[in-house]
């Protein structure tokens, strides 16, 4: 069974920085494509950000410039680095991950940016 397990989240003051962790349990790891996404209150849930098994990566425009997705296959993590972070920001986040048809999803970590 594949489990994903998330870590980081917290409050913030905006303009400050927090990294979000994933760590996945099972094996493959390394052909994963890994991705963020987010759900603020009311809102859908959207993407935030992925990274394929070649470290190519994608980020929604409203975060271009201030996050970083980043992987270590050694450790079986993904993580989310957020600088200069806005209040619009706050939202529960989810890590995912996607391989051959199969999709999986950690709980949620919430971030909350205070202004």
């Known amino acids: 069974q594949v489990q994903l397990v998330e870590s980081g989240g917290g409050l913030v003051r905006a303009g400050g920085s927090l990294r979000l962790s994933c760590v996945v349990s099972?094996?493959?790891?390394?052909?994963?494509?890994m991705g963020w996404y987010r759900q603020a209150p009311g809102k859908q849930r959207e993407l935030v950000a992925t990274?394929?098994?070649?470290?190519?990566?994608n980020y929604a425009d409203s975060v271009k410039g201030r996050f970083t997705i980043s992987r270590d296959n050694a450790k079986n993590t993904v993580y989310l680095q957020m600088n200069s972070l806005k209040p619009e920001d706050t939202a529960v986040y989810y890590c995912?991950?996607?391989?051959?048809?199969?999709?999986?999803w950690g709980q949620g970590s919430q971030v909350t940016v205070s202004s």
């Open positions: 995912n991950g996607k391989l051959t048809g199969f999709e999986y």
């Open positions: 990274i394929t098994s070649g470290h190519i990566t």
């Open positions: 099972g094996s493959f790891f390394s052909l994963y494509t």
